[in-house]
């Protein structure tokens, strides 16, 4: 029997890296995204094994087409909610669906709007940048996990994603305990993400300076009491997010390149799940909730004024 193509939803840098490395594993796969011109000439792949330009149809996100059996959906947390609605209509019965993005929230939402679709989580630890729209650099390997999202899926669901998905060459490995790696991600990005991108400085600065350690270890100490809330184990999280800071100190943050941009930010789905969920609990996490009331007006600062 035929696979039936990979449709990657957003082709930003890891959607890239990911629709590339498919196709370059000799399956089907299209793009999804808002401008397909960009991709007229395929993708470019850099890795250590070169450059490699890789045709691939690309579409609009709502164009009518086919129907779509396997979804990878790397858009960012604050854009899942319509971009999937935007695909929707075309998703087949059982399609094998996966969300891979950073922060936690956005799976909850699609499933509450829609019909029976039981989407996938996903975390990755490999590291891509683009050299431009349609240019795709192959930054840092790791492995990537699969679980179980908030509706459940089937065994036959489970099996297509992962064997689909392996078909990369990239390690893909099931875990039940998704969330919690998940969780682990979130409390990462809770610290550098709005830190970097309110002092607009690269990832590193935080671990170079005494002032960015004792910043990091309060929100660290705030994470922590907010885990231990959630019935989730309190870790050495400081020194987690200190070591990230440097093992990644050249790069700028996701966050940090929105906020350059003046794109919106997924600061709802990272410290406002947080937050939000903390709350729920009876327990204030003050400069979490700080953080997420400036982000939130820089981004409102950087919109458009109405006349
Ligand atoms: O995941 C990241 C991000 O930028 O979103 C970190 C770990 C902070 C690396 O830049």
Redesign the pocket.
Same mark, same amino acid.
């Not at 790069?251 to 390149?257: L, P, T």
């Given at each position: 029997m035929d696979t039936p193509p990979w449709y990657v939803l957003g082709a930003g840098a890891l959607g890239g890296l990911w629709a590339a490395r498919l196709a370059r594993g000799g399956v089907a796969v299209h793009l999804l995204v808002r401008d397909p011109a960009a991709y007229a000439d395929g993708l470019v792949l850099e890795d250590a094994a070169g450059t490699q330009r890789l045709a691939l149809p690309a579409e609009r996100i709502d164009a009518a087409g086919a129907p779509i059996a396997r979804l990878l959906l790397t858009v960012k947390a604050h854009q899942t909610r319509a971009a999937f609605a935007a695909v929707a209509p075309r998703l087949a019965p059982g399609a094998v669906i996966v969300l891979l993005q950073?922060g936690m929230g956005a799976a909850d939402a699609l499933v509450a709007d829609g019909p029976a679709h039981a989407p996938l989580l996903a975390t990755t630890t490999l590291g891509a940048w683009r050299r431009a729209p349609a240019h795709v650099v192959h930054a840092g390997d790791g492995p990537t996990w699969l679980g179980p999202g908030p509706r459940a899926a089937s065994a036959a669901q489970r099996a297509a994603a992962l064997d689909g998905l392996r078909a990369s060459g990239f390690t893909v490995d099931w875990d039940d305990a998704i969330e919690a790696r998940l969780w682990d991600?979130l409390a $990462?990005?809770a610290a550098?993400?709005p830190l970097?991108a309110l002092l607009d400085c690269r990832?590193g600065a935080l671990a170079e300076h005494a002032e960015g350690r004792a910043l990091v270890s309060a929100l660290c100490a705030e994470t922590n009491a907010a885990f231990t809330a959630l019935g989730r184990p309190a870790t050495a999280l400081a020194e987690r997010v200190l070591a990230?800071?440097a093992a990644?100190g050249g790069? $700028?943050?996701?966050?940090?390149?929105d906020v350059r941009a003046g794109r919106p930010t997924?600061i709802d789905f990272i410290t406002g799940h947080l937050v939000a969920r903390t709350a729920a609990l009876g327990l204030e996490l003050p400069r979490h909730r700080l953080l997420l009331e400036m982000i939130r007006l820089k981004t409102a600062l950087a919109a458009p004024v109405d006349a």
């Open positions: 950073n991600k $990462v990005n550098i993400n970097t990832n990230v800071a990644t790069n $700028v943050s996701s966050m940090c390149a997924e």
